[in-house]
């Protein structure tokens, strides 16, 4: 399902627990919950309710808090529905009604007249707000599948990328049996939330956590390691790229300079591993992800050693290093 096709009844269906649960029943309009959100934003149609529907947005969820129900208590004793009909005119994905609020019967055949849901929640507007705009967040975000292996190495998501056969996956098998966690194998689905945050999960949940390891076949991480072997997602801080060593390449001996990778538009550190035999990959990567908490705190030991060498050399120490008292004359 895309974000385009997501539909009142699919935000119905989400299966949410603890703080992301929004509590949502259908109370009417059943009629239209094939409706589609096609902007993913709230809504709150006081100004509407007033008659003023210049730049209505519609197009929004409608969030009726304790100010608009006030509001259409008073148009009920005034027997006034004509802007509860306009706006029912207008085709709005759904109206959702917080503290468990319940709408008029009148409000209700309105609703039902027009074919547009009316859902409850016991949750306050403010709450309900935040986790309703996380899940649209969440499900709206750009997205793109990369091939690689995500893995968590103490608390930094590092994503092994590189070619068909390099090691990528028995790399991360000896990381989980070192005690980091494997978040998925293969297919990594990546999302852009928030404009500035790259997360990572399996492409499917379902198969997410079993690893392929050639000559062994398919494992499951979670029976043979544990549930705290993994994860359903992680942001991705680091891209680790696995390549084949090769004599003729120039690989970055002091890691002054930064490189990085766009995805999905954020740029994210990137680091080349040579792989050959007798190198001990998996230690590599927990060294680099140390060194990135470290920049992550403001410390970078490759600038600190280049700092330091060059006011070595600025002293004057370093020449007495190499020439003897002799070698001056």
């Known amino acids: 399902m895309s974000e385009k096709d997501f539909t009142v009844l699919d935000l119905l269906d989400l299966d949410l627990h603890g703080y992301n649960s929004l509590n949502l029943h259908c109370i009417a309009g059943r009629r239209g919950l094939s409706r589609k959100i096609t ?5 709150r149609p006081g100004l509407a309710l007033s008659g003023f529907l210049d730049s209505f947005a519609y197009q929004r969820v409608q969030l009726f808090g304790r100010g608009e129900y006030a509001y259409l208590q008073k148009l009920e004793n005034e027997n006034n529905y004509d802007s509860i009909r306009r706006i029912f005119s207008f085709e709005i994905p759904c109206a959702i009604f917080t503290h468990g609020l319940q709408p008029s019967v009148n409000f209700l055949s309105i609703a039902e007249e027009n074919a547009c849901p009316i859902l409850s929640t016991n949750l306050e507007s403010t709450d309900f707000s935040t986790r309703l705009l996380r899940v649209f967040s969440n499900i709206y975000a750009p997205k793109k599948t990369m091939h690689g292996v995500l893995v968590e190495v103490y608390g930094i998501g590092i994503l092994l990328s590189g070619e068909s056969g390099v090691g990528k996956s028995e790399t991360a098998l000896e990381l989980v049996e070192r005690g980091h966690r494997l978040v998925a194998d293969d297919i990594v ?22 690893m392929e390891i050639r000559g062994l076949g398919i494992i499951n991480i979670s029976q043979l390691y544990g549930v705290g072997a993994i994860r359903e997602q992680k942001e991705v801080q680091l891209v680790v790229k696995l390549e084949a060593w090769n004599q003729n390449k120039v690989y970055d001996r002091l890691g002054t300079e930064t490189h990085t990778i766009d995805v999905l538009g954020i740029k994210i550190p990137l680091i080349e591993v040579p792989v050959k035999p007798g190198r001990n990959i998996p230690i590599i990567i927990e060294a ?3 060194n990135e908490r470290l920049k992550s705190m403001g410390v970078y030991s490759a600038r600190e050693f280049n700092q330091n060498v060059l006011k070595w050399i600025e002293s004057g120490e370093s020449q007495s290093a190499y020439y003897t008292r002799d070698d001056s004359y």
């Open 288 to 290: 680099a992800a140390m």
């Open 189 to 210: 689905e990546l999302r852009c939330v928030n404009g500035n945050t790259v997360l990572g999960q399996g492409a499917n949940k379902f198969i997410s956590h079993h």
């Open 39 to 43: 902007i993913p934003d709230i809504n």
